[in-house]
């Protein structure tokens, strides 16, 4: 979800910070999870009351990927994988979900052009056609922001997501709401005339945003945080946001985008201050307990991480020498990136544990991190729950979720099979579905028998 607001701000009050550009000759790393959901929501033709046509969807993501292919575009796409350890995004998805079941219940033959909910079906069916097509998925442990930063900043990738949080990323940055998804254009170089296809777009230009903004560039993380979002929501910061709002306050704005523009223009005045000191200005005007540690953790999703991804990508390449570089995991002699081969990997880091502490076994790491394990099973073994994705019913039956408890529970069973996998099932009792509608939770036990115990 990112920060509130702020996409439609930077567009109706920042646009000079959106350069025109033409997508073409690129390396980028695109938000799977994004853009699946993007392209599920331009197909036209798609019957969502019914649960989607999934062959017509199938179809034009297929339309997409051969149109970034004849730009010369190579990607790696980057799916979400389970939820945190620490449950800070629960919250957030509990009110996805149903914001989602909400929009099942009420979607019809009728209201079914202005009104859609992703399919239950319709990850696997973006990730096969990719995978048909021989491009590189990979899936993160958890949610995908960070790794995708990090790769694009090691591998000088370009980032393609909707997701408002790269802007405050230091990547370049192309907001997939400027692509135009079903159209190539042809453009003629200059100086040797020779012509090449490309897709109209826009490149974030953050130099510009800080020109215009007045802001310390090194602000960023601090302004992600001050604004609000899926780690630690805008409430927080009311008591430091009415303060501003005392001081300047714009009534042709929307009282968020009059937030944001006051946020920014404190900030820019902070440029002789630390990091710490701004923390220490903002919490003395707000009242929530352990808000200093929190704006910490918080900033860290922002600032350079290790990446788990990066030895799936390539073992030596780094953005110095990715074009001299044979990519020997995902990369083919081309320079294109290629869908990876189990059979040549070995053990890949992870930050994926059982809920008792163990390692998970690399045969599971590893299929996992190829998305040949769906990330629902990571949230079964860490975590000791599974959410059902929203899909369109009859209202006025009984979900059709509660047929699959049994299979639920057998899962947990497969998955513990393994020795290490096995002492995950002690002290699990609180093993859950959430189930699709209601939103409650239930409890499931694995069929695990005594002696595996």
Not at 111 to 123: A, E, I, L, T
Not at 242 to 247: D, F, G, K, R
Request: charged letters at 20%.
């Amino acid at each position: 979800m990112g920060i509130r607001g702020l996409t439609t701000y930077i567009h109706e009050h920042l646009h000079e910070v959106l350069a025109r550009h033409k997508l073409q000759h690129r390396r980028v790393v695109i938000d799977g999870n994004n853009l699946a959901h993007i392209l599920y929501y331009e197909c036209t033709g798609i019957n969502a009351a019914f649960g989607g046509d999934y062959d017509k969807y199938a179809s034009f993501v297929e339309e997409f990927f051969k149109g970034l292919a004849a730009c010369d575009v190579s990607p790696i796409v980057i799916m979400d994988g389970g939820q945190p350890l620490d449950n800070k995004k629960m919250n957030t998805v509990r009110d996805r979900i149903t914001n989602q079941i909400q929009t099942c219940l009420h979607i019809s033959p009728s209201s079914q052009h202005r009104m859609k909910v992703f399919p239950c079906m319709g990850r696997d069916v973006f990730v096969s056609t990719l995978r048909r097509m021989n491009v590189c998925v990979l899936q993160t442990d958890f949610e995908a922001d960070l790794e995708i930063a990090m790769l694009a900043k090691e591998l000088g990738l370009t980032v393609m997501s909707n997701d408002s949080d790269f802007y405050m990323f230091d990547v370049p940055f192309i907001p997939l709401r400027s692509i135009t998804y079903n159209k190539v254009s042809i453009g003629k170089k200059k100086r040797s005339n020779e012509m090449f296809n490309y897709i109209s777009c826009h490149l974030f230009n953050r130099e510009k945003f800080c020109q215009i903004t007045g802001m310390d560039p090194a602000h960023f993380p601090i302004l992600a945080t001050l604004l609000g979002n899926d780690y630690l929501a805008f409430d927080h910061f009311k008591n430091f946001y009415n303060h501003l709002e005392a001081v300047s306050k714009s009534s042709r704005m929307t009282t968020r985008h009059n937030t944001i523009k006051n946020v920014l223009t404190w900030l820019s005045q902070q440029k002789s201050n630390t990091t710490e000191q701004i923390i220490n200005s903002v919490v003395r005007l707000c009242t929530s307990k352990n808000l200093k540690k929190r704006m910490r953790e918080t900033m860290e999703n922002y600032t350079d991480a290790h990446s788990n991804l990066i030895s799936l990508v390539s073992k030596h390449a780094s953005k110095h020498d990715l074009d001299s570089t044979i990519k020997e995991n995902c990369q083919d002699k081309a320079g294109t990136f290629q869908d990876i081969n189990l059979t040549n990997m070995t053990a890949v880091e992870t930050s994926l544990f059982c809920r008792n502490g163990k390692q998970l076994p690399d045969w599971f790491v590893l299929a996992y991190r190829a998305h040949r394990i769906h990330h629902e099973a990571a949230d079964i073994v860490t975590q000791g729950y599974f959410i059902s994705p929203p899909q369109v019913e009859d209202k006025v039956s009984a979900s059709a979720y509660l047929l699959v408890e049994p299979i639920v529970s057998t899962i947990y069973t497969m998955l513990w099979q393994d020795s290490r996998l096995r002492d995950c099932a002690q002290g699990c009792s609180d093993n859950v579905m959430l189930s699709e509608r209601s939103s409650v939770s239930r409890v499931l036990e694995p069929l695990l028998p005594e002696s595996s115990l």
